[in-house]
């Protein structure tokens, strides 16, 4: 009687399964990543190379070891399974490339966009400042209107000293002693 279930308790989550085969989707592509990127190197190929060439020299040589003869159904039946797990793999990594491709593609989009805004802000900024530096003296209208106004200045003080000359010859300074009212000090006697 112990070993039945008892209807009264939940069974709790059913082993389904579904449940066994849940991976890891990441592993999975990193996996899946690796041996695309292994089967695409020279390494593999020699590798691989060697291991047919060994093959069928003992299978050929070998009268005694014998265990796949000439046909070599099990050397194809190895390729297909080999070719059976490696398209898939090989896709695998391609569609998690591709997704990091079009990721990649997204974010240059928006840094394009982005630079193309700041360029064009700029070239309002610049086109502003033009604008405003033609409004602005330019070092040419400076200089020429300092040169005129040192001449005015210039030409300003001669007459400014012409008119104090002639002022000072048409009236005798207040300070300036008449000769008829100087009174000459005789020196004390002693």
């Known amino acids: 009687m112990a070993d039945t279930p008892r209807l009264d308790v939940p069974r709790g ?3 389904t399964l579904g449940s066994f085969l849940r991976l890891n989707p990441d ?3 990193n996996f899946a990543e690796g041996i695309a990127r ?3 190197t020279g390494r593999f190929l020699a590798v691989q190379t060697m291991i047919v060439v060994v093959w069928i020299a003992l299978n050929v040589v070998a009268v005694n070891l014998r265990w796949d003869p000439y046909p070599f159904i099990l050397l ?3 390729f297909s399974t080999q070719a059976a797990y490696a398209a898939p793999l090989i896709l695998l990594a391609q569609n998690r490339q591709a ?3 079009r990721v990649q593609a997204e ?5 394009a966009a982005s630079t193309r805004a700041d360029t064009e802000y700029l070239a309002r900024e610049l086109a502003s400042l033009r604008v405003a530096v033609g409004e ?3 070092r040419d209208f400076i200089r020429s209107e300092i040169s005129r106004l040192t001449e005015e ?3 300003d003080a001669e007459k400014r000293e012409k008119k104090a000359k002639k002022r000072r010859d048409r009236s005798p300074s207040p300070f300036a002693m008449q000769p008829s009212t100087m009174v000459e000090e005789a020196p004390p006697s002693t």
């Open 13 to 15: 989550r059913a082993r």
């Open 136 to 138: 602005l003296a330019t």
């Open 153 to 155: 200045a210039g030409e």
């Open 27 to 29: 592993a999975v592509g």
């Open 76 to 78: 194809n039946l190895a």
């Open 107 to 111: 974010e240059d989009r928006a840094r």
């Open 99 to 101: 997704d990091r491709d």
């Open 38 to 40: 292994f089967l695409g």
